[in-house]
């Protein structure tokens, strides 16, 4: 459908660019996280190691060990244990990104197929498991109990925030208040763990932890926004995945919420008739292409795509005013630059 930033005008391309800069000053800390998560694969079991090399090396932008190195400098802290956080937390975000795809039955990610449909649902979902093993040992080894506390409740909500959108698949009388409690626990709880993490392995206040922690879940939310604009918006090889797939797994996102609030009585009950019969292919396993073109042009005709990424950016603005109060600085504009570039990416 298009260049997003084509459509979106404050979305160009010196946004990308200045985030790709700013991870070069990261690199070699980058580069062994990399090696960090590649040698939690070791295993008696060869499928770990062929899944896990699979998803970890599949191309991820490692934005959350990039906040966690940007908030830790930001707070004065450049040793070596935001290598193992970081790698912990990777891998538990690799773990969730294996059970979601088998959850949503999805059969691609990041434009490869998933692991689930190279090895089967029961095969992705131990070697998630192992993965969420391996990442939880490591944030042991670490050692801190505070990062433990962190990395123990984001699971937590990011299981929380699965389970209450599937409760309400298919559903178009979801308000945006849940649509935004299951984006808060399932997305963004873990780019905030991410920054608050880093705030930890540099010793500052309660204050300023919260205030990371509160960066990071801004970003999280302007990040997921930009992803369900992009399920509208974006064709297979732009977004890594199939169009729609959102929709056709039941995912009442934004773009649609906003829709359905604009639209007249006879447009929302069409638009139900619509998701009622993909609830139905969906149980019943029918593969028969439903058409979902009448959801689709409702978004369209009530700009549901454009108010989304505007209120991406309006998220990435409070995310600013969270770390506004920290000294100037390569990690604070480190931090900035992902910020923006949440919502200026194209997949």
Not at 151 to 164: S, V
Not at 206 to 218: D, I, K, Q, T, V
Not at 323 to 339: E, H, M, N, T
Request: with cysteine.
């Amino acid at each position: 459908m298009g260049d997003p930033s084509a459509k979106h005008p404050s979305l160009q391309e010196p946004s990308r660019q200045e985030f790709r800069k700013t991870l070069d000053h990261i690199g070699d800390g980058l580069e062994q996280v990399d090696r960090a998560m590649n040698e939690q694969l070791t295993s008696n079991s060869e499928v770990v190691g062929a899944v896990g090399r699979h998803v970890v090396n599949s191309g991820g932008k490692r934005v959350r060990p990039a906040l966690l190195f940007f908030a830790a400098e930001l707070c004065s802290y450049t040793g070596p244990r935001c290598v193992q956080v970081a790698a912990a937390v990777e891998l538990l975000h690799t773990a969730t990104l294996l059970h979601d795809d088998v959850v949503d039955t999805s059969d691609l990610r990041r434009g490869r197929p998933s692991a689930n449909a190279l090895w089967g649902n029961r095969r992705a979902v131990l070697v998630g498991d192992f993965l969420y093993a391996r990442a939880s040992a490591m944030i042991v080894e670490d050692g801190d109990p505070d990062i433990l506390l962190i990395f123990t409740d984001t699971i937590r909500r990011m299981a929380e925030g699965e389970l209450l959108q599937l409760e309400r698949s298919f559903d178009p009388s979801v308000t945006e208040a849940y649509y935004f409690e299951v984006i808060g626990r399932k997305s963004a709880a873990l780019l905030s763990a991410s920054c608050e993490a880093g705030a930890v392995l540099g010793g500052v206040t309660r204050a300023e932890r919260r205030r990371l922690a509160e960066f990071g879940r801004e970003v999280g939310i302007a990040f997921q926004l930009r992803d369900d604009a992009l399920d509208y918006e974006g064709g297979a090889k732009d977004i890594g995945k199939d169009p729609l797939d959102d929709l056709r797994e039941g995912k009442i996102t934004l773009p649609l919420l906003l829709a359905l609030k604009r639209a007249t009585v006879a447009e929302r009950e069409e638009a139900s008739a619509v998701l009622k019969g993909v609830a139905n292919m969906a149980a019943n396993g029918d593969d028969e292409n439903f058409s979902i073109a009448p959801v689709v042009d409702l978004v369209e005709r009530y700009h549901g795509v454009v108010d989304t990424v505007r209120r991406a950016e309006e998220h990435v603005a409070q995310a600013e005013e969270a770390i506004a109060p920290f000294p100037d600085g390569s990690a604070k504009r480190a931090l900035l630059a992902a910020a923006r570039f949440a919502v200026a990416r194209d997949r």
